[in-house]
């Protein structure tokens, strides 16, 4: 039964799959002391990781082929990150949200910490040029017709 419980916990906080909208302040404090503990290359390391996963998904795959043994090495920079850090460095705020609000909660926490990093990732220029480049292939009249806010009634 132990076993479980601890391979929940480590599907949980290793999905990237939806967790609840909402919660709860020991989930809040999990996700503080995670993006808190981890430094500029641990969320870079991170980012790798995310990459290397939405490149499994068969409609990204063709799009780039990292090699196989790239991939282990950077999973298993991933997982080390992921042990310390609720071994290590945010251990009391994982058994408290884990105790509290269940294994979700760790979820909730990696997510936060994901889209903490992902953020370094789409503030880079080289990033935010290639996103802008988007503007030249749209209608921008078409576009602003369409978010123009409503004329109140009788005007």
């Known amino acids: 039964m132990r076993s479980m419980t601890v391979l929940s916990i480590l599907a949980a906080a290793l999905s990237l799959g939806p967790s609840p909208a909402l919660a709860g302040p020991f989930a809040n404090d999990l996700a503080k002391c995670l993006v808190r503990?981890?430094?500029?290359?641990?969320?870079?390391e991170l980012m790798r990781w995310m990459f290397?996963?939405?490149?499994?998904?068969?409609?990204v795959r063709v799009l780039a082929q990292v090699p196989q043994a790239e991939q282990t090495v950077i999973t298993k920079r991933a997982a080390a990150l992921f042990q310390h850090l609720l071994v290590v460095s945010c251990r009391t705020q994982?058994?408290?949200?884990?105790?509290?609000?269940?294994?979700a909660s760790i979820r909730f926490g990696f997510q936060i910490l994901g889209a903490v990093a992902a953020r370094g990732l789409f503030t880079d220029p080289h990033v935010?040029?290639?996103?802008?480049?988007?503007?030249?292939?749209?209608?921008?009249?078409?576009?602003?017709q369409a978010l123009k806010p409503p004329q109140p009634a009788g005007k």
Request: glycine residues 2%; without cysteine.
């Open 128 to 144: 935010i040029r290639y996103v802008a480049s988007m503007m030249q292939y749209t209608n921008k009249n078409e576009l602003a």
């Open 37 to 44: 503990s981890t430094t500029p290359a641990e969320k870079t």
């Open 94 to 103: 994982a058994r408290q949200a884990i105790k509290y609000e269940g294994p």
């Open 52 to 59: 290397v996963a939405i490149d499994q998904h068969p409609a």
